[in-house]
C-alpha cells in the first residue's frame, strides 16, 4: 500500500488556479509493482483504493488509470467522473483506448 503524502517533507498536491487542458495538475501515481498481466488473469495486487476531499468549489473531478504507455493519457483503462452538479447528478465511467 502507499499513502499520499508518504513522508512528511513531501508537499500536498493543490489543484491549478487556472487549468488550460485536462491534464493540468495531473497527480500521478505510478503503482510499481504493478503488473497488467497478472491483473488481466485476476491474479497478483489489483485493487486501488483512493481516498480524498475534493474541493467544495469544485464543479467534478475524474480519476483515470492508465498504463505505462499511455502517451500523455491519450489511452485510458479506466476514467471514473462524478458530476454531482449536472442535471441532478451523473457518474461516467467508461475507457479511451488509442
Not at 508537499?11 to 493540468?24: E, F, G, K, M, V
Not at 498504463?67 to 447528478?89: A, T, V
Amino acid at each position: 500500500s502507499r499513502l499520499f503524502p508518504s513522508t512528511p517533507d513531501e508537499s500536498r498536491w493543490t489543484p491549478p488556479s487556472a487549468p488550460q487542458n485536462p491534464n493540468d495538475g495531473a497527480y500521478l501515481v505510478e503503482l510499481e509493482k504493478f503488473d497488467i498481466g497478472d491483473a488481466s488473469n485476476g491474479k497478483g495486487n489489483n485493487t486501488v483504493a483512493i481516498k480524498f476531499n475534493a474541493p467544495g468549489e469544485s464543479r467534478r473531478f475524474s480519476v483515470n488509470i492508465a498504463g505505462p504507455d499511455h502517451n500523455d493519457f491519450d489511452s485510458i483503462l479506466f476514467h471514473f467522473n462524478p458530476r454531482q452538479f449536472e442535471r441532478g447528478g451523473q457518474l461516467v465511467i467508461n475507457d479511451k483506448q488509442s
